[in-house]
């Protein structure tokens, strides 16, 4: 069954941890993103990676940490950096090509500081 | 820099009436357009895209949008809206050369009164 798995589906943090998120693809798409979800807030992009063992900061990389060691793998790290970090953590990946732009969403996962 | 803008954050419709759900969007070149549907605590689906040709577009669950580059806008309609219907939708746009990040509205929730 082809598409993008995050887990897990809630996480709870303690305050000064770092969490890992997951997600993990096999539609073979090489573009995967992360998108952070605050209420009233919309999707605001945190990294993306178009390529393996590349990724770029989006709009909000502060606190945040990925990697892109494989096509069907980018996990996410929220540091204990980040202030603010309960929210709900989208990851999208798209495909390649101008006719393959839409992006594809996980489930999501949401993380909440306890 | 492209951006999206979603002036209603929520709008309230009685079931069987009609729908339109404003998008206007800023960027300098020929932009790909799409709408997004989120169901609480879910990911995202995609309801249509826009990239090129017929400016009216048709997509799932009875959604269309029409693309009018004179008003930089990209609104979604539907003729007549049932309760299944009540979720939160968001309006993206992509840069024409692909496989960059898609930049996001705010969203605006929909909610549905019998």
């Known amino acids: 069954d082809g598409g993008i798995t995050q887990s897990p589906k809630y996480l709870f943090r303690k305050e000064g941890q770092n969490v890992t998120l997951s997600c993990e693809q096999n539609l073979n798409h090489d573009a995967m993103y992360w998108y952070r979800q605050d209420p009233g807030q919309g999707l605001r992009l945190i990294y993306y990676?178009?390529?393996?063992?590349?990724?770029q900061k989006g709009d909000i990389a502060e606190g945040y940490s990925v990697s892109r060691e494989k096509k069907e793998s980018f996990p996410l790290t929220v540091t204990s950096a980040q202030k603010n970090p309960t929210a709900f953590y989208l990851c999208a990946t798209t495909g390649q090509g101008l006719m393959n732009t839409e992006a594809f969403f996980g489930q999501g996962t949401r993380l909440t500081v306890v | 820099a492209q951006s999206v803008t979603q002036p209603d954050i929520h709008i309230t419709v009685s079931e069987g009436a009609s729908l339109e759900l404003r998008c206007n969007y800023s960027?300098?070149?020929?932009?790909?357009l799409f709408w997004y549907v989120q169901s609480p605590g879910q990911g995202l689906q995609l309801l249509l895209k826009y990239f090129s040709g017929d400016t009216l577009v048709q997509g799932i669950k009875g959604f269309e949008a029409e693309f009018k580059r004179s008003q930089s806008s990209f609104n979604l309609r539907k003729p007549s809206v049932h309760w299944s219907d009540a979720a939160e939708y968001f309006c993206a746009v992509v840069a024409y050369s692909g496989n960059t990040p898609l930049v996001f509205g705010k969203g605006t929730r929909l909610s549905v009164i019998a």
């Open positions: 990676s178009q390529i393996v063992n590349d990724f």
């Open positions: 960027y300098g070149a020929t932009p790909y």
